[in-house]
T-cell receptor, first 114, second 111 residues
Framework: DAGVIQSPRHEVTEMGQEVTLRCKPI?????LFWYRQTMMRGLELLIY????????DSGMPEDRFSAKMPNASFSTLKIQPSEPRDSAVYFC???FGQGGYGYTFGSGTRLTVV | AQRVTQPEKLLSVFKGAPVELKCNYS??????LFWYVQYSRQRLQLLLR?????SIKGFTADLNKGETSFHLKKPFAQEEDSAMYYC?????????????WGLGTSLAVNP
């Protein structure tokens, strides 16, 4: 298995543009997590899905952020419109069950909004 | 409220010295705790789970319920241990089993 695959690896966009981040979890994993990492705030859970259903989206900053998981092998995180303060590294992680054996993280998407 | 505290943002030691990265938690239930590591420009990866009571790369961590701590220890630090270390607590509320994360400790092992 290639692990958790995220795309793109880097994204530079202008303020106000729509940004879509993509994640393919490990096959057989049924929980998927979106995180944002910044120097100031560390790792923040944005949303997590179990069996494609959102379980906890309390970390989604505001209505500009949305996430979907249309099937077990794909998820997107969308920011519309993007703002400079959204600049961060966005990680996707997946786990079997609800993470008792640990999460497998993707390589992240480094987003820069100018 | 559930919380994980890593009191040190940065810890600097010399190669061969013992290292202890502190983690304290607050949680009313039975805790499940983890340590994750992130080497420079790499993805986060699981280092230890408290329930498996294992030693990985020479690191160990013991859950102390009395002190509500899960400190990560290694008797002799190596330069390749330099990384960001995160302590995490698994939340347990019905169907919600998310991780609560500390802010991380950056470990620098100097030659």
């Amino acid at each position: 298995d290639a692990g958790v695959i995220q795309s793109p690896r880097h994204e530079v966009t202008e303020m106000g543009q729509e940004v879509t981040l993509r994640c393919k979890p490990i096959s057989g994993h049924n929980s998927l997590f979106w995180y944002r990492q910044t120097m100031m705030r560390g790792l923040e859970l944005l949303i997590y899905f179990n069996n494609n259903v959102p379980i906890d989206d309390s970390g989604m900053p505001e209505d500009r952020f949305s996430a979907k998981m249309p099937n077990a092998s794909f998820s997107t995180l969308k920011i519309q419109p993007s703002e400079p303060r959204d600049s961060a590294v966005y990680f996707c992680a997946s786990s079997f069950g609800q993470g008792g054996y640990g999460y497998t993280f993707g390589s992240g998407t480094r987003l820069t909004v100018v | 409220a559930q919380r994980v505290t890593q009191p040190e943002k940065l810890l600097s030691v010399f190669k061969g010295a013992p290292v202890e990265l502190k983690c304290n938690y607050s949680y009313s239930g039975s805790p499940e705790l983890f340590w994750y590591v992130q080497y420079s420009r790499q993805r986060l990866q699981l280092l230890l789970r408290h329930i498996s009571r294992e030693s990985i790369k020479g690191f160990t961590a013991d859950l102390n319920k009395g002190e509500t701590s899960f400190h990560l220890k290694k008797p002799f630090a190596q330069e390749e241990d330099s990384a960001m270390y995160y302590c995490a607590l698994r939340f347990n509320a019905g169907n919600n089993r998310k991780l609560i994360w500390g802010l991380g400790t950056s470990l620098a092992v100097n030659p």
